[in-house]
């Protein structure tokens, strides 16, 4: 069974600051992994999506990598904005479509 | 990318009653998926929902509590059934734009069972 690990489990930053959070996962046997943003109360909003044959995606001030063979994914957040506050989410995907949560990085930043 | 809304997007309930979550998306979709995310906790995977055929549940989730349709390829509901206080959560649906693809979700529903 796929267990997933972030950390940290929360951050608070000042605005402007580089971002780093991880992700671990048990079984590498993966087809990708998404990352999402939740903001409170509301649904989950993908931010990006790197197959197992990739390395890396970037969007924006956004980038993820991912090492598979490791178990570990990292979203940086580059130059960060209030905006940005929210709880992130990692999910691997494995066979029988399933996606598997972690605990998720709450991410405040501070004007 | 997918739109998703879900009805209602709240609601309070009293214990041993049941409430219907509807799920509709703006495209065909051939999997749909509902998901449980209880109070401070990340989100679990209740059951992949198909296009005429049955649904199926993940480990600790039952047909009896948690019935689902999926009467075409834009709309599924899922129903919580006899609430417990232990059922208060935010339930969401998701569909995929492929397989392994981007998983998209609803707002949710926050339910509160008294």
């Known amino acids: 069974k796929q267990e997933v690990t972030q950390i940290p489990a929360a951050l608070s930053v000042p605005e402007g600051e580089n971002l780093v959070l991880n992700c671990s996962f048990t079984?590498?046997?993966?087809?990708?992994l998404q990352w999402f943003r939740q903001d409170p109360g509301k649904g989950l909003t993908s931010l990006l999506l790197?197959?197992?044959?990739?390395r890396e995606q970037t969007s924006g001030r956004l980038n993820a990598s991912l090492d598979k063979s490791s178990g570990r994914s990292t979203l940086y957040i580059a130059a960060s904005q209030p905006g940005d506050s929210a709880t992130y989410l990692c999910?691997?995907?494995?066979?029988?479509?399933?996606?598997?949560f972690g605990g998720g990085t709450r991410l405040m930043v501070k004007p | 990318s997918a739109v998703i809304s879900q009805k209602p997007s709240r609601d309070i309930c009293q214990r041993g009653t049941s409430l219907t979550i509807q799920c509709q998306v703006d495209s065909q979709v051939t999997m749909m998926f509902w998901y449980r995310q209880q109070p401070g906790q990340s989100l679990t995977l209740i059951a992949t929902?198909?296009?005429?055929?049955?649904?199926?549940?993940e480990s600790g989730f039952v047909i009896d509590k948690f019935p689902i349709s999926r009467p075409n390829l834009t709309f599924s509901t899922l129903t919580v059934s006899n609430m417990s206080p232990e059922d208060s959560s935010i339930y969401l649906c998701s569909v995929e734009s492929g397989p392994g693809e981007t998983q998209y979700f609803g707002p949710g529903t926050r339910l509160l069972v008294l």
């Open positions: 790197i197959q197992s044959s990739q």
């Open positions: 079984d590498s046997a993966i087809y990708n």
């Open positions: 929902a198909n296009q005429g055929s049955e649904a199926t549940y």
């Open positions: 999910a691997p995907y494995n066979a029988g479509n399933m996606l598997t």
